[in-house]
């Protein structure tokens, strides 16, 4: 599981450990063996790391068959001040595609931009906002209320374009070829609610 320190927010030891935080702190709980496999990280190496942060009061475990589940510690002092840096720095991949999916008429949904980069490892300097590709027909005033929400909660300006699936398929434009030539984000629709 040891990876270079992650480009957004290089507090953690590793980019594993940035993004099994955020999986734990923002995300439903889930089986240990799970979150390797959605995270696509090693599973001894995920293992030692949930043990380690049980072990500083980060995370606490519980037991469900052969399953071992993990959640925030939120009796932790360190709770809310990781949540708060964790929700800014790696919430868009867990916040944006539950937003999006509120929205009537959008197919699919990306980041892209600097933190799409960022998140999949490239440096450079943080992010001033999240980029959102949506494809579909949705309308535009659901889309922004979707955005403002996602402000709010992310710190951060969020936009989205809103491009038609043939737009996308297309790829006419210079601004879509460049879009799919870099990093992009695949944001999970199948979501009704946020989490909590």
Known sequence: ??????????????????RLLARIYLDKP???AQLARDLDLD????TREADRLERAGLIR??????NRI???DEDSPYYRNLYGLLLIAFGPATL?????????????????????????????FD????????????????????????????????????????EWE?????FLQQVRERPVVPLDLTQGEEPS
């Open 61 to 66: 475990s519980e037991r469900v068959g052969r």
């Open 43 to 46: 599973g001894g190496g995920i």
């Open 30 to 32: 889930g089986p240990l």
């Open 170 to 174: 297309a790829a006419d434009s210079g």
């Open 70 to 72: 993990l959640h925030p």
């Open 96 to 124: 944006v595609g539950p937003a999006l999916a509120q929205v009537e008429g959008i197919e699919r949904a990306f980041i892209f931009g600097s933190w799409a980069a960022r998140y999949a490892g490239e440096p450079g």
């Open 127 to 166: 992010p001033a906002d999240i980029d959102v590709i949506a494809i579909g027909q949705p309308s535009q005033l659901a889309v922004a209320r979707a955005e403002r929400e996602l402000i709010e909660k992310l710190g951060r300006e969020v936009n989205v374009t809103i491009v038609s699936p043939e």
């Open 1 to 18: 599981m040891r990876t270079s320190a992650p480009h957004l927010l290089p507090l953690f030891r590793s980019d594993g450990q940035g």
